[in-house]
């Protein structure tokens, strides 16, 4: 997926569930393709400030299954998940 550090890093240590902060996931939309964007297995993302303008195109280039967005950085500021 992310291997502006975050792809490789991703696929090394086999990381199924991801979390994001604000703009992250437009910064790593605006990096070049590369074939290995889609290189791992993460299946599900959760965070907040993924504008609603390029969560399809986030999806679809990453290979992302579901992503959550919460409401409020204090409640999501440490989380667990185990995806099946």
Partial sequence: ???????????ICDI?????IGEICRYLLAQPLRPFDRQHQVRMMF?????PQIWSE???RFGIERIGEFYGATEGNAN????R
């Fill in 47 to 51: 965070g907040n400030g993924l504008r």
């Fill in 58 to 60: 986030f999806k679809q």
């Fill in 16 to 20: 199924q569930v991801g979390q994001y």
């Fill in 1 to 11: 997926m992310l291997c502006s550090g975050c792809v490789c890093l991703a696929a």
């Fill in 80 to 83: 667990v998940g185990e995806y």
